[in-house]
């Protein structure tokens, strides 16, 4: 890996931000997220990945800042079984996310989200509604609708 610069970073910052205020938001929250090690590695390159999807250029500068084993390969291969195996840390720390974003009076949108959930598990609801609901649930928080999308068949993920 090349030793790389705050200037770099700050190319890789306005090129996101030039592609869309809110990729840059939901990228600068998905950094944060990992350097608080709210998530880990494999979620992290999972949202980066959801989050520059058709923007090839910024996965590529993307890249640049992290070991070669955390790259995010091209064509992505994130679609087999292997990669996509979830662990229960991964759902407690979604979980802890969507509990942390709705504190205080704002508690009700998690408990509609648990509630979802338990509808889901019970196949009251089954997982285009899962998804439709979310997508509807989680409005203006666009990292919490990525972060959902790990969880669900690829074929279902919401795209913004």
Not at 5 to 11: E, K, N, P, R
Not at 57 to 66: A, P, S
Not at 67 to 85: G, V
């Amino acid at each position: 890996m090349k030793k790389r610069t705050w200037g770099d970073a700050l190319a890789l910052l306005t090129a996101v931000k030039q592609k869309s205020m809110e990729k840059y938001e939901s990228f600068v929250q998905i950094v944060l997220d990992f350097k608080a090690e709210n998530i880990d590695t494999r979620v992290y390159k999972l949202r980066v990945y959801e989050l520059f999807k058709g923007h090839e250029d910024l996965i590529l500068r993307f890249n640049t800042f992290v070991p070669t084993e955390y790259e995010i390969k091209l064509p992505l291969d994130h679609d087999n079984d292997e990669s996509r195996r979830l662990e229960i840390k991964d759902a407690l720390s979604f979980l802890k996310k969507v509990k942390d974003t709705f504190p205080g009076k704002n508690r009700k949108k998690y408990a509609e989200f648990l509630k979802l959930m338990k509808d889901f598990k019970a196949c009251r609801i089954d997982t285009s509604g899962v998804a439709e609901r979310v997508k509807g649930l989680f409005k203006g928080h666009t990292d919490l609708i990525l972060g959902f999308n790990i969880f669900l068949p690829k074929t279902y993920g919401n795209t913004l």
